[in-house]
């Protein structure tokens, strides 16, 4: 099994910084959802994983190698990213058997049966191909690669609904015959969700948030009613969101929730409901972000 340890890595861009001391540890044959809204941070640590950049502090190791000028254990890593990678003039076969010599693993017959299957032409340039279709051809390149640790970063972009639920339950899919390493990048939370084991949430920069994703949502719900009562309840509880109109409120929290909770939530008259990925996202980071 893979293990990736970042380590206390920050990254700038002149002034503005992308990472800030960012350290958590990736292992396992496991899908992590890697979270964060526009200029997060999300495509930096990727790319300083993948020694795409160099981070100015901070190091980051795959099964104890570190990754910079590494490409005997990079070479382990397929990284999907928003541009093709492949020369324009190429067609989509030739891409195809063009990424097998660099992932002798390639599953070629695998790739034109999705191209089949995504109606993605084997003929067609990969200069010609729209947005959603480059998108669809980096994601069956990055499926199909046979390495070990796969990332994508933004997969769905420009590609429509019918083919969005396609790609997440392809990755399921294959996943599971497949299992492996896998790092998700997305700002679309709501659709993504339910394929994350794990998830890592980087607001402007920093890492605020990275745990199993079931036991997290087993402490995350919401009270809602009277606002001097949704007060009496919440007060010294994890609150990362409240809302309210007139005298009601809602608050959502995130924190185990005991017998006696329950019991003083009856009591004070509240609703309780649980709550999304989503949900959580936009508490953790005071963002409404998109569905």
């Known amino acids: 099994m893979s293990t990736i340890q970042i380590q206390d890595?920050?990254?700038?861009?002149?002034?503005?910084?992308?990472?800030?001391?960012?350290?958590?540890?990736?292992?396992?044959?496991?899908?992590?959802?890697?979270?964060?809204r526009n200029g997060a941070g999300k495509t930096t640590l990727i790319n300083v994983i993948t020694n795409r950049v160099t981070a100015d502090?901070?190091?980051?190791?795959?099964?104890g190698e570190l990754v910079v000028e590494n490409d005997r254990v990079l070479s382990r890593v397929c990284c999907m990213s928003g541009k093709v990678a492949h020369p324009g003039e190429m067609r989509v076969a030739e891409g195809f058997r063009w990424s097998?010599?660099?992932?002798?693993?390639?599953?070629?017959?695998?790739?034109?049966?999705?191209?089949?299957r995504f109606r993605l032409p084997l003929e067609k340039r990969l200069r010609g191909l729209s947005t959603g279709y480059n998108s669809i051809f980096n994601f069956i390149v990055t499926l199909s690669s046979g390495a070990?640790?796969?990332?994508?970063?933004?997969p769905v972009l420009g590609v429509d609904a019918t083919h969005r639920?396609?790609?997440y339950r392809e990755l399921l899919a294959h996943y599971s015959e497949h299992p492996r390493m896998v790092l998700v990048s997305t700002h679309l939370i709501d659709e993504a969700a339910s394929i994350f084991e794990e998830v890592i949430i980087l607001d402007e920069g920093r890492l605020i948030l990275a745990e199993p994703v079931e036991?997290?949502?087993?402490?995350?719900?919401?009270?809602?009613g009277a606002g001097e009562a949704v007060d009496r309840y919440s007060s010294g509880k994890n609150v990362i969101r409240e809302e309210s109109l007139g005298r009601l409120k809602a608050a959502t929290i995130v924190q185990e929730r005991s017998d006696e909770d329950n019991r003083v939530i009856r009591q004070l008259g509240l609703e309780m409901s649980a709550k999304r990925l989503q949900d959580v996202f936009v508490g953790l980071t005071n963002y409404e972000g998109e569905e």
Request: net charge negative; glycine share 10%.
């Open 9 to 36: 890595v920050s990254k700038y861009y002149g002034t503005v910084q992308a990472l800030d001391g960012v350290s958590v540890t990736l292992e396992g044959e496991r899908i992590y959802g890697l979270l964060g």
């Open 100 to 116: 097998r010599e660099f992932y002798p693993g390639f599953e070629t017959e695998y790739a034109k049966d999705l191209a089949h």
């Open 148 to 154: 070990p640790i796969i990332f994508f970063d933004e």
């Open 165 to 167: 639920e396609m790609l």
């Open 215 to 224: 036991p997290l949502l087993r402490r995350a719900y919401s009270v809602s």
């Open 57 to 63: 502090s901070g190091s980051v190791t795959i099964d």
